[in-house]
């Protein structure tokens, strides 16, 4: 019998057992494969986390320093795509663009059909591609890759053009360790049913650049930082708020399909701009955003009651990210950087128990037309 319930937006489906990451909504929990995330993101370093979501378990010592080295030797891009970033930058296109684009031609270089090969090379690569784009689209040359530095520091070496504070090191570290995987959300879904296909890494990860773009997803921190910055003053924050509200907008930054409560990686990032913010001695824009939040929650009560609408993850990125001296543009791009790393777990989880997935539409339409009934002319 063909199956008629329609789930819009497929929201509560499960489609997937992982091992990877564990999104509790009501009680504002998220665990990576096994560690609350306010540990891990504040302890592991970048690639003891990319290493624990494809093994399951923390690496030992000599193998964290093989693993280090086995990403820091694959950073480099082919020429091809440095031309083709290029190109891109004489077109001015956005960098999640530049970033989908060099991601597909990834391929130049790597041998096909071996899947831990592609999940290294884009777990290495994605960094070097956005920060090779930034610099490209400022008119500077790009930023070799140092294979003697951390990948997060290594990361902000090749946007700054010179050597990062490990205030910075550790801010950047806590982010791509909290974005690093998010249960089956809307890129990381788009990548398993890449992979499902028989299809391979470099295409899943090309394909959840995509779903990543879209500001219902990943594209909200930009505009959620702007919010903060056309409300300047903290007096502002309340009827600003409400304009936007009377006029039905949508507050970035605010919401979540599974958080009813506030989503706990919105604390840790918190957390860790406040003191990068601190190290740096200018806590003024942390202290607006705070306001801003709490207006903001308190007005999204007033408004959608009963919706519980909270803070996001979008909100604390752009703050921190911002405190880090990336333009608005990268806020995605850098939220890649780190969700590749997920995106590569489940595409090699998804190998390993695969099942195509191919769900079911209702049909809508019409019936009954003839060809022969059609308006003649
Ligand atoms: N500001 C104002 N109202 C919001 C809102 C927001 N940020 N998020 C949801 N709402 C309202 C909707 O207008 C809707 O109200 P209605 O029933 O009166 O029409 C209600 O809350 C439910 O919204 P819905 O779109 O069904 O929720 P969802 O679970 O599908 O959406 C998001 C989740 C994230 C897409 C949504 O909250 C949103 O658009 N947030 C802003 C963008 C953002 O921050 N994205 C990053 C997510 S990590």
Redesign the pocket.
């Known amino acids: 019998m063909t199956p008629t319930t329609l789930t819009p ?1 497929l ?1 509560g489906v499960v489609a997937a057992e992982t091992r990877l990451s564990r999104v509790d909504g009501q009680a504002g929990e998220l665990i990576i494969a096994g560690f609350p995330v306010e540990e891990l993101a504040a302890h592991a370093s970048f690639e003891e986390t990319v290493f624990l979501l494809w093994n399951d378990r923390l690496p030992s010592p000599q193998e964290l320093t093989h693993f280090r080295q086995a990403l820091a030797q694959r950073r480099a891009l082919p020429s091809a795509v440095l031309d083709l970033l290029e190109a891109a930058a004489q077109a001015q296109l956005p960098a999640m663009d530049a970033l989908r684009m060099a991601a597909g031609a990834l391929s130049l270089d790597l041998p096909e059909g071996n899947p831990q090969e592609q999940a290294l090379a884009a777990v290495a690569r994605f960094p070097t591609i956005v920060a090779s784009y930034a610099r490209l689209r400022q008119g500077l040359s790009p930023v070799p890759p140092d294979p003697a530095l951390g990948h997060a520091a290594n990361y902000l070496a090749m946007l700054g053009g010179e050597p990062p504070h490990p205030a910075q090191v550790r801010g950047l570290e806590t982010y791509l360790n909290t974005v690093v995987d998010h249960g089956l959300n809307a890129s990381t879904f788009t990548a398993r049913v890449i992979v499902s296909t028989g299809s391979d890494i470099l295409s899943a990860v090309t394909g959840a650049i995509g779903a990543l773009k879209g ?7 930009g ?2 930082l702007d919010m903060v910055f056309q409300i300047g003053r903290a007096e502002r924050a309340e009827p600003f708020l409400r304009a ?2 009377e006029a ?11 958080y009813k409560v506030r ?1 706990p990686r919105a604390e840790v990032l918190a957390e860790a701009a406040a003191r990068m913010f601190q190290e740096s001695g200018d806590m003024a824009l942390y202290r607006l955003a705070r306001h801003v939040e709490q207006t903001a929650v308190r007005l ?1 009560a007033e ?2 009651p009963g ?1 519980n ?1 909270q803070t ?4 604390y990125t752009a703050l921190l990210l911002h405190g880090l001296g990336l333009e608005p543009d990268l806020f995605t791009p850098t939220f890649a950087v780190g969700r590749v790393a997920g995106w590569t777990a489940h595409c090699l989880e998804q190998q390993r128990q695969n099942r195509i997935i191919r769900p079911r539409a209702v049909y809508v339409g019409a019936v009954g037309r003839r060809w022969a009934d059609r308006a003649p002319g």
């Open positions: 937006g929201e500001p219902l997803h990943g594209g909200a921190p505009p959620a936007k509200l039905g907008e949508r507050l970035m930054g605010f919401g979540h399909r599974v989503d999204l408004y959608k919706r609408l996001n993850v979008e909100f």
